[in-house]
């Protein structure tokens, strides 16, 4: 069973940068997706980026292009966010994601997984 804990959130001013890092146990990334989401109060829940550990491929929501940067680290067995240029209308809870039956070309679609970190809340102003 994978248990996924985020960590890094915080509150920072527009412009600024901040680095989500998501923990996984109980699993080994190999040739699985996982994804960052968001949700924000009274919003619907947003894709902001994925990878496949396959291949290395990755996906980005089109609010954050070219603003963030999703990576892992195998031997740390953990996934990254980079978020840049953050913009007040980044403010949401940020959710990691991960599972291994999501095929590559999918990992954009939050209704496909089945372990979610418990969010982390990141606040800009």
């Known amino acids: 069973h994978v248990q996924l804990v985020e960590s890094g959130g915080g509150s920072v001013q527009a412009g600024g940068s901040l680095r989500l890092s998501c923990a996984a146990s109980?699993?080994?990334?190999?040739?699985?997706?996982m994804a960052w989401f968001r949700q924000a109060p009274g919003k619907e829940r947003e894709g902001v980026a994925g990878?496949?550990?396959?291949?290395?491929?990755?996906y980005y929501g089109d609010s954050v292009k070219g603003r963030v940067t999703i990576s892992h680290d195998k031997a740390k067995n953990t996934l990254y966010l980079q978020m840049n240029s953050l913009k007040p209308e980044d403010t949401a809870k940020y959710y990691c994601?991960?599972?291994?039956?999501?095929?590559?070309?999918?990992?954009?679609?939050?209704?496909?997984?089945?372990?979610w970190g418990q969010g982390t809340q990141v606040t800009v102003s």
């Open positions: 109980g699993s080994r990334f190999s040739a699985k997706c």
């Open positions: 994601a991960h599972d291994s039956q999501v095929p590559a070309g999918y990992c954009h679609r939050a209704e496909l997984y089945r372990f």
């Open positions: 990878i496949y550990a396959g291949d290395g491929s990755t």
